[in-house]
C-alpha cells in the first residue's frame, strides 16, 4: 500500500469553528509532514514529523495545532482561523533519517490534500 | 535543504513533442527529486537523482545532473495530454526540509 489517505476532501468553516483535517499512511514511514499550498503557489513546508514527535514547526500560527498520535496518523487542528488561510493542505511520508546527522533525504508520498476555505 | 529555481515558468507544446525543464539551485547537494502535480491535486514524485550521477532514465522521462553548473534538467518524450501539470525540483542537501521552487507549468495540447 502506497497510499497516503486525506480526509475530508473539501471543508469549509468559519473563522470562530474548530476543525480538524486528517492524514493516514501505511507504508510503515516514521516521518510525516503538513504543508500548506495557495493557488499557483508551490507547497510551503508547515510541520514535520519524526518517530511522533515534532521535529520542525517552521513559524506556524498556533491557531494551527498539530498532532501525530501514532505512526499512521497524523492531524491538523484548525482553530480560528482567517480567510488567507484557505489553501490545499498536503499532508506526505517518508522515512526519516536513521540517525541526526545522516544527510540522506528520502522520497516523499504526497495525499491528495484537502481543500480548505474559510469564510 | 534550498529551493530550486525551474525554468521555463510555463510551456505549452502540441501532444507527441518533447518537453524540457531546468532547474538551478545555488549550493552542494546530496540529490535532487523531480515531482509532478496535476491541478489542485497531491504532488507525486517522479525522479530522484543523487549528486554522483549525471543522468538517470524513468519510462519516458530523462533527468541530467550537472553539479558543476549546479543545474538539472527534465526531458518528457513523446508527451501527452495527461502530462499537462505543474513539475517542481527540490534539490536536497540532506534532513526533511524540501522547499519547492515556483515550478513549471506544463501544457500539452492535443
Known amino acids: 500500500d502506497t497510499e497516503v489517505t486525506q480526509t475530508p476532501k473539501h471543508l469549509v468553516m468559519g473563522m470562530t469553528n474548530k476543525k480538524s483535517l486528517k492524514c493516514e499512511q501505511h507504508?510503515?514511514?516514521?516521518?510525516m509532514y503538513w504543508y500548506k499550498q495557495k493557488a499557483k503557489k508551490p507547497p510551503e513546508l508547515m510541520f514535520v514529523?519524526?518517530?511522533?514527535?515534532?521535529?520542525i514547526n517552521e513559524s506556524v500560527p498556533s491557531r494551527f495545532s498539530p498532532e501525530c498520535p501514532n505512526s499512521s496518523l497524523l492531524n491538523l487542528h484548525l482553530h480560528a482561523l482567517q480567510p488567507e488561510d484557505s489553501a490545499l493542505y498536503l499532508c506526505?511520508?517518508?522515512?526519516?533519517?536513521?540517525?541526526?546527522?545522516?544527510?540522506?533525504?528520502?522520497?516523499?508520498?504526497f495525499g491528495p490534500g484537502t481543500r480548505l476555505t474559510v469564510l | 535543504s534550498q529551493q530550486g529555481e525551474e525554468d521555463p515558468q510555463a510551456l505549452s507544446i502540441q501532444e507527441g513533442e518533447n518537453a524540457t525543464m531546468n532547474c538551478s539551485y545555488k549550493?552542494?547537494?546530496?540529490?535532487l527529486q523531480w515531482y509532478r502535480q496535476n491541478s489542485g491535486r497531491g504532488l507525486v514524485h517522479l525522479i530522484l537523482?543523487?549528486?554522483?550521477?549525471r543522468e538517470k532514465h524513468s519510462g519516458r522521462l530523462r533527468v541530467t545532473l550537472d553539479t558543476s553548473k549546479k543545474s538539472s534538467s527534465l526531458l518528457i518524450t513523446a508527451s501527452r495530454a495527461a502530462d499537462t501539470a505543474s513539475y517542481f525540483c527540490?534539490?536536497?542537501?540532506?534532513?526533511?526540509?524540501?522547499?519547492f521552487g515556483a515550478g513549471t507549468r506544463l501544457f500539452v495540447k492535443a
Open positions: 506526505a511520508s517518508s522515512t526519516p533519517p536513521r540517525t541526526s546527522g545522516e544527510t540522506y533525504t528520502d522520497t516523499q508520498y
Open positions: 507504508m510503515g514511514h516514521r516521518a
Open positions: 514529523y519524526s518517530y511522533e514527535k515534532l521535529s
Open positions: 549550493t552542494s547537494i546530496n540529490n
Open positions: 537523482i543523487r549528486s554522483n550521477e
Open positions: 527540490a534539490p536536497h542537501t540532506g534532513g526533511f526540509k524540501t522547499i
